[in-house]
């Protein structure tokens, strides 16, 4: 490697590891919101990814495991993933990552000494610990008033981690609109299923309500890959009659997140959703028809990313952001990734972490911050390479822009 190329790799190195992220899609939780934040090397072994990994080696019946405490999920998962085959898988080597990272030793495959460090940590202590160790800035949750546990703990107004963001989830009312609408009803919102009479002010009311009442950076939904706009149906409905005026009027983006299929095996409960690739024409129809609304894409199909990038390419209200699920693989990472540096610059949003136990924050981003960045020397590379010389300083900027300041400017517009 020449001088000229060695200096590249040291400032985007640097850059990259020295850069506060901000991520923007996890399902964190404050401590304030008690044992909705999971953390800890048994919540971390028992991650729906592992889960599903696990039963293609075990015969048990699902309902078996699903039985066992968590520790004893633990231990099964343990030796099925880690002792009895090598732990390659990204979910794996990622609790190795979260384990080392702690400066656990994992040479000693001792998962009792790594329960023991944990044993002894307190909650708010790890938070501070994981976000030096991961160099977060800040993270946006993923809050739902409709999640019968978190509802009521917003209801008592709690004192917040400022490193903490919420982002409003609205899955139940667009996706299963005939069993939301009894329960608005419920709160004091009145609306029928049927959408007669003040449905859809009163619609527009809860999504004002509960925008103000979490301070939402953003509005966020997961679609199956059936998700069409425009459409004769509920969710299209509230969509343009609800979310897109009330979204605009706070000046908040619309998250689009398309190509869930629920629960394809419902035996594997979170793990049992699988992908299906969705049609980018929605988004297309909603930035083109809504060009003073703000919208955020993500897609869970690989094939649906070279459409994706082309779309943000014609539509400045549209940014595109992470790998998500099951894109957030090295292999994936890095494609999709170069991608979208080929195609749209620095205009885009590379990563979240998408992170449901605390300690996922080390593995998630140390793994990607590698990825980002070898793909970051490669692009400054070729520019070297026509004689155009960047700056330790602009090097600093680009990866400070990907990393956080495009989301933040893009909530500002
Ligand atoms: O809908 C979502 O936000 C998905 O990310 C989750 O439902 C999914 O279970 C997940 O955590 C994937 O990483
Ligand atoms: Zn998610």
């Given at each position: 490697m020449n001088q000229k190329d060695q200096s590249i790799r040291s400032m985007v190195e640097s850059a990259v590891r020295a850069t506060k992220i901000?991520?923007?899609?996890?399902?964190l939780y404050t401590p304030a919101f008690g044992g909705l934040l999971l953390w800890g090397v048994d919540e971390l072994l028992t991650y729906h990814y592992l889960v599903a990994e696990t039963m293609r080696w075990v015969d048990m019946p699902y309902n078996d495991f699903w039985a066992m405490s968590k520790r004893d999920q633990a231990d099964l998962i343990w030796k099925t993933l880690f002792i009895d085959h090598s732990p390659i898988s990204e979910l794996c080597r990622g609790v190795l990552t979260v384990l080392d990272g702690c400066?656990?030793?994992?040479?000693?495959?001792?998962l009792k000494a790594f329960r023991a460090y944990f044993d002894g940590m307190k909650v708010e202590e790890y938070v501070d610990k994981v976000f030096e160790t991961a160099n977060l800035e800040s993270v946006v949750m993923t809050n739902d008033p409709f999640d019968d546990l978190e509802r009521p703990v917003w209801m008592k107004n709690p004192a917040l981690d400022a490193r903490f963001h919420a982002a409003l989830r609205v899955d139940p009312l667009l996706n299963s609109w005939e069993d939301a609408a009894p329960r608005l009803k419920s709160w004091g919102y009145n609306v029928d299923s049927g959408f007669s009479g003040a449905t859809m002010g009163e619609v527009r009311r809860f999504l004002t309500d509960w925008i103000d009442r979490i301070d939402a950076l953003y509005l966020a939904v997961s679609l199956p890959p059936t998700f069409a706009m425009p459409e004769d149906s509920a969710r299209a409905r509230l969509i343009e009659e609800c979310i897109i005026p009330v979204c605009r009027e706070k000046g908040i983006p619309f998250a689009m997140m398309i190509g869930v299929k629920k629960?394809?095996?419902?035996?594997?409960?979170?793990?049992g959703d699988s992908v299906g690739k969705g049609s980018i024409e929605s988004a297309e129809y909603l930035c083109a028809k809504y060009p003073q609304n703000k919208f955020m894409l993500t897609m869970l199909s690989r094939e649906n990313m070279h459409e994706m990038c082309i779309a943000a390419r014609k539509f400045r209200n549209l940014m595109i952001f992470g790998c998500w699920w099951f894109l957030n693989n090295p292999s994936l990472i890095e494609e999709i990734t170069r991608m979208r540096f080929e195609l749209l610059g620095e205009s885009?949003?590379?990563?979240?972490?998408?992170?449901?136990?605390?300690?996922q924050l080390i593995y998630k981003w140390v793994h990607s911050r590698k990825i980002i960045g070898d793909v970051l020397v490669d692009k400054y590379t070729d520019l070297a390479e026509t004689g155009w010389q960047v700056s330790n300083e602009e090097i600093r900027r680009d990866v400070a822009d990907i990393f956080g300041r495009n989301f933040w400017r893009f909530l500002e517009r």
């Amino acid at each position: 490697m020449n001088q000229k190329d060695q200096s590249i790799r040291s400032m985007v190195e640097s850059a990259v590891r020295a850069t506060k992220i901000t991520d923007i899609h996890t399902h964190l939780y404050t401590p304030a919101f008690g044992g909705l934040l999971l953390w800890g090397v048994d919540e971390l072994l028992t991650y729906h990814y592992l889960v599903a990994e696990t039963m293609r080696w075990v015969d048990m019946p699902y309902n078996d495991f699903w039985a066992m405490s968590k520790r004893d999920q633990a231990d099964l998962i343990w030796k099925t993933l880690f002792i009895d085959h090598s732990p390659i898988s990204e979910l794996c080597r990622g609790v190795l990552t979260v384990l080392d990272g702690c400066g656990l030793d994992v040479s000693t495959r001792n998962l009792k000494a790594f329960r023991a460090y944990f044993d002894g940590m307190k909650v708010e202590e790890y938070v501070d610990k994981v976000f030096e160790t991961a160099n977060l800035e800040s993270v946006v949750m993923t809050n739902d008033p409709f999640d019968d546990l978190e509802r009521p703990v917003w209801m008592k107004n709690p004192a917040l981690d400022a490193r903490f963001h919420a982002a409003l989830r609205v899955d139940p009312l667009l996706n299963s609109w005939e069993d939301a609408a009894p329960r608005l009803k419920s709160w004091g919102y009145n609306v029928d299923s049927g959408f007669s009479g003040a449905t859809m002010g009163e619609v527009r009311r809860f999504l004002t309500d509960w925008i103000d009442r979490i301070d939402a950076l953003y509005l966020a939904v997961s679609l199956p890959p059936t998700f069409a706009m425009p459409e004769d149906s509920a969710r299209a409905r509230l969509i343009e009659e609800c979310i897109i005026p009330v979204c605009r009027e706070k000046g908040i983006p619309f998250a689009m997140m398309i190509g869930v299929k629920k629960l394809v095996n419902p035996e594997l409960r979170l793990a049992g959703d699988s992908v299906g690739k969705g049609s980018i024409e929605s988004a297309e129809y909603l930035c083109a028809k809504y060009p003073q609304n703000k919208f955020m894409l993500t897609m869970l199909s690989r094939e649906n990313m070279h459409e994706m990038c082309i779309a943000a390419r014609k539509f400045r209200n549209l940014m595109i952001f992470g790998c998500w699920w099951f894109l957030n693989n090295p292999s994936l990472i890095e494609e999709i990734t170069r991608m979208r540096f080929e195609l749209l610059g620095e205009s885009m949003i590379p990563q979240h972490s998408d992170s449901r136990v605390l300690d996922q924050l080390i593995y998630k981003w140390v793994h990607s911050r590698k990825i980002i960045g070898d793909v970051l020397v490669d692009k400054y590379t070729d520019l070297a390479e026509t004689g155009w010389q960047v700056s330790n300083e602009e090097i600093r900027r680009d990866v400070a822009d990907i990393f956080g300041r495009n989301f933040w400017r893009f909530l500002e517009r």
